[in-house]
């Protein structure tokens, strides 16, 4: 069992930067993977991005690509969302997601956050 809290959402000009951070109890944090998803008013939850269990490796849309950094402190049970160049597009709810799969379907998480709002204003 993995429980997740996010925290760090607000509201940010265009262009500015946030961070995400995602705490989960369990002892077992460092067995899954981690991703970070969103989901904007009248639209699907959609992914973002997500990080291997030792987090050695990260994948991302390529909507945020290059301007979103994933990364995990398993010794803290943390991970983060570093976001830079923020768009108005970009606002939505942000969630974490654990599961056992490395995969960008929020169907194949188990676990999740109860979200954290991202504003951008233009």
């Known amino acids: 069992q993995v429980q997740l809290v996010e925290s760090g959402g607000g509201l940010v000009q265009a262009g500015g930067s946030l961070r995400l951070s995602c705490a989960a109890s369990g002892r077992t944090f460092s067995s899954y993977a981690m991703a970070w998803f969103r989901q904007a008013p009248g639209k699907e939850r959609e992914f973002v991005g997500h990080?291997?269990?030792?987090?050695?490796?990260?994948y991302y849309a390529d909507s945020v690509k290059g301007r979103f950094t994933i990364s995990r402190d398993n010794t803290k049970n943390t991970i983060n969302l570093q976001m830079y160049s923020l768009k108005p597009e970009d606002t939505a709810v942000y969630y974490c997601?654990?599961?056992?799969?490395?995969?960008?379907?929020?169907?194949?998480?188990?676990?999740w956050g109860q979200g954290t709002q991202v504003t951008v204003s233009s």
């Open positions: 997601a654990a599961g056992k799969l490395l995969v960008t379907t929020p169907l194949r998480y188990d676990y």
């Open positions: 990080i291997t269990w030792s987090g050695s490796s990260t």
